[in-house]
């Protein structure tokens, strides 16, 4: 009974930049041709285990659909469990979803920017320590190396057990903490595109910080252009 998310169809078509969040008059369409309506409890998952999942639930919440649930450990977990499993693709009937964009969860470049002189929001970028420091080239061609000025650095893959399900809630607390995080403010975080960032995201919540948001346009924007400042 699974639908199919395609975190490229359904986003920002008319950037360069991926997986830009839609208007939300289109993911309003793309949801209801999914057969979802605002009444559902809808739980995503990946195959990976929790990684674009997490971008997904992300983005629910941002068009202000709180219930939403990620499958902890996705796919991979489901399969090793033995559970059941459907081949072929779904044909729901359409319904009506309607989508609010609930701002306090993104972040756009210019407030990125304004950040870097209030530091009223920690920046906690995602991306591995050697693209945080520069010293390992992004997989994306013309983007400067380096990260935001005054940001933390915590690797996405510090949130998960061996087995690629999430830390429990004191594990998640204590990896937060070694990277600097102070609980007591807000939280801006950032990635590669906006899917790594979200597990930071989702971290964030499971251990009850309420004032967190995704840079949507994460380094790809970024670091792909001339006019914004890089520390190494």
Aim: glycine letters at 10%.
């Amino acid at each position: 009974g699974a639908v199919f998310f395609d975190i490229d169809e359904i986003a920002d078509r008319t950037t360069a930049l991926p997986h830009m969040l839609p208007t939300p008059a289109e993911f309003s369409r793309h949801m209801s041709a999914l057969g979802l309506s605002n009444n559902d409890f809808i739980v995503v998952y990946d195959t990976r285990g929790v990684v674009s999942a997490a971008r997904v639930w992300w983005t629910f919440r941002a068009f202000g659909h709180d219930r939403v649930a990620v499958l902890d450990g996705g796919l991979k977990k489901w399969r090793a469990e033995n559970r059941p499993l459907a081949s072929g693709a779904a044909t729901p009937a359409a319904r009506r979803f309607r989508a609010k964009l609930r701002p306090a969860l993104v972040r756009g470049i210019e407030q990125m920017r304004r950040n870097i002189e209030t530091r009223r929001e920690q920046v906690l970028d995602a991306r591995s320590r050697g693209r945080f420091y520069g010293t390992e080239p992004e997989p994306r061609q013309g983007l400067r190396p380096g990260h935001i000025p005054g940001s933390f650095n915590l690797p996405y893959d510090m949130l998960y057990r061996p087995d690629g399900t999430l830390l429990p809630p004191e594990g998640l607390k204590e990896v937060f903490r070694e990277a600097g995080l102070d609980s007591r403010k807000p939280v801006a975080t950032t990635c590669g595109s906006g899917v790594t960032a979200s597990i930071l995201a989702l971290g964030l919540h499971v251990i009850g910080h309420k004032k967190v948001a995704v840079y949507d346009g994460s380094w790809t924007e970024w670091g792909g252009r001339a006019d914004t400042p890089v520390e190494l």
